[in-house]
């Protein structure tokens, strides 16, 4: 309890009045319902994953239907426009609500397994670079040098050319190529945590490195993890329609945004919405997960917990 709290308790015990002070989380849950970004951030991700997990639900046709006979029709803001159809069918006569719907899921899902893989990776080399320094952390920064100086798209390009695209094959490269952010920022703030009292005091206690990085200093990483985990999400993402875009990524024909984008650019002049409409939907999404990071990086901070 601080002077302030002391003082205020004091004269509150004197005039019989109770003072309830809030707790850290009450004041970043204020933090988080005042920052707009962090609002809009979760609500657009709110959205987008409830639309993915109910994508039976609320397409109104199979995304993998084809019907020449209702090939290229327009939106319904469009002239002979219909709700059947709400934004059209693409050339192969596949409703393309539909697709933007379960194109949701390719996305999230790509990016959240690429996240996972590359944070495993990066948190697990950062981490003991941090904490041990020394020879492993002349290895950890050398391997971040070396990842950092090969482009991730030029890479994940030939590698998926080697290998063939597929899903499994994207979330692989991509895990594999974009660890390095992690690996930076959790090596930076274990170095910053190893010198703390009470890493000290764990060590003078007796307990093992694992036990230490598990119990003391892992728990304190987790606000700067959460921020790269959220940010990385939307970098895999943004990866993964372009590699899609080139004919790399997704294969038709399952439903991804990059690569609606890219069996539509051959209309980009004739139904500029066939690209228009996956494009926004990739904005959206990314903008989201980046406001989304932001804001957890500025209710977390400490200047932000005041």
Known sequence: MNTIETITNEKASELGIEVVFPTPNQIMLRSMVRH???????????????????????????????????????????????WEYPLGTDNMGRDYLSRIIYGSRVSLLIGFLVMIIAAT??????????????????????????????????VAVAVVALMGGST??????????????????????????????????????????????????IPNLMNNLIVVMTLEVARAILLEAALSFLGMGVQPPTPSWGLMISEAKEFMLFEPHLITIPGIALFVLLLGMNLLGDGIRDVTAPEGRS
């Open 168 to 217: 499994k094959v994207v979330i692989f490269v991509l895990g594999f190529l974009i660890w390095d952010r992690f690996a930076v920022v959790i090596r930076a703030s274990t170095q910053q945590i190893r010198p703390m009292e009470y890493v000290a005091a764990a060590k003078a206690a007796g307990c093992s490195t694992r036990r230490i990085l598990i119990a003391e200093v």
């Open 36 to 82: 707009k970004g962090f609002l809009i951030g979760a609500t657009v991700l709110i959205i987008v994953v409830l639309m993915a997990a109910l994508a039976p639900v609320l397409a109104p046709h199979d995304p993998y239907e084809q019907s020449l006979a209702t090939r290229m029709l327009p939106t319904v803001w469009q002239e002979n426009g219909s």
């Open 121 to 154: 990776i990066g948190t697990t080399m950062g981490l003991l670079a941090g904490y041990f320094g020394g020879k492993v952390d002349m290895v950890v920064s050398f391997l971040i040098t070396v990842r950092l100086a090969l482009p991730a798209v030029l």
